[in-house]
């Protein structure tokens, strides 16, 4: 296989500086080195390739855009994406880990937390000593969080928590759950530790896609946590949808390196597939499909750049953030597809990557908020009516 370089018609390396064209170049090498050679066995396997957790934490990966007192990188929001484009050109499931460590977990420390919490568990995630997950979704709420059943009760010095996440990225591996709870009628976020008394996180089995990534249950039967574990600056639904809000801006970049490696594997295979006696890169249906894959992945490059311009400049909303994950994660999954059919039969197989890209997109378009479910954020927006009941 072809040495991976991505796409980039519309010169938009000029628009990034020397220290993020740096921090690209430095994850592309340990993908191409670390990542690639171990991930289709993982896949199959349907484990998480921990060995590399020191590796992804040694690059700065875990919560790459917080501050360096706390042990992160402090890189900006545009390195802190094209980190995790370069890791989706591995697998979705291993971006998924940084994602939840990072925006899902730290995130929430560091904006809820307090100083004591952050100065306790920042340095100890970033440097991948503890694993964390984020507990918001339930059995019967997804799309709607905010039906959730989990609740917390004072008593003493404790909250007593009751009730059943679903569909936990890291939640059988991890060190620490943020759990978000009714408490007094307003959602609250909690630390709860493993081996909690009263705490299980079951793995959940036979996913087809995601499989390089542990899915788990948590479960919470009368779950005694001290009082200093509540995160006091959460209050009400606009916490989890803020630590949203930042995961799905490194999902809106991290899907344009699984749409890189299925054009750059579609793209080297059509060169070199002959039928009719020729190329069938040289048939017009198969260019068209290929000049759409680059097209809308230019569109993707300069939609992320600019959302992380704006992120940067601290003129980013949660709508835009929205706008980029619908496209970039529609968009992927089409031009997963579109690889998938010009490898033709061999596409089914291991030995190529864009079918476990394809799988792994379908569970993308459904975690941190369904394609239907942005498409009505993005619609009460403009509107100023809310389409969600
Ligand atoms: P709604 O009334 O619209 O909002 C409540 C309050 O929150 C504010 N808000 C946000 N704030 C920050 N960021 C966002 N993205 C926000 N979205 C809304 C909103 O302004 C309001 O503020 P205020 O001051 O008026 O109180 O709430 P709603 O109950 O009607 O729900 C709206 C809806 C449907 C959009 C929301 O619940 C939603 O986004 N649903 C999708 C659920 C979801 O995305 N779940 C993801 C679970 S985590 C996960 O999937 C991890 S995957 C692993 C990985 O990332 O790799
Ligand atoms: P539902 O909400 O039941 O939606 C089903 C369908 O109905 C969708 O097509 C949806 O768009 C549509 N729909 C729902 N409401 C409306 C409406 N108002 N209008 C129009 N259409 C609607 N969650 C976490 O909290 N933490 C995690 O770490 C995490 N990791 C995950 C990992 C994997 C592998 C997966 C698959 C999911 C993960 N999730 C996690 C859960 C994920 O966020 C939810 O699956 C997602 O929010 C959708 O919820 P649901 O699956 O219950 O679907």
Redo the contacts with the bound molecule.
Sequence with gaps: MKKFESPDLYDIDSLLSDEEKMVRSSLREWVDENLMPVIEDSYQQATFPTHLIPQMAELGLFGANLPEKYGCAGVNNVSYGLMMQELERGDSGIR?FAS?QGA?VMYPIFAYGTEEQRQHWLPKLASGEKIG?????EPDF???PGGMQTNAVKDGNEYVLNGA?M????GSIADVAVVWAYLDGKVRGFLVEKDTPGFKAPEMKN?H??RA?I?SELIFQDCRIPVDNLLPETGGLKSPLGCLTQARFGIAWGVMGSAMACYHEALNYAKTRIQFDKPIASFQLVQQKLANMVSEITKMQLLSLQLGRLKDNKKMNFTQVSVAKRNNVFHALEIARMARDVLGANGITAEYQSMRHMCNLE?VK????????HT?IIGSDITGIPA??
Excluded at 167 to 170: A, E, G, L, S, V
Excluded at 366 to 373: L, Q, S, V
């Design positions: 998924s939840v899902l997950c984020f507990g918001l979704t997804g799309s709607n996440k569909w936990i990225t890291n996913k896609s995601l990534s899915t569970t459904t975690y941190e908020g369904t394609h239907d479910i009505l969600f009941s």
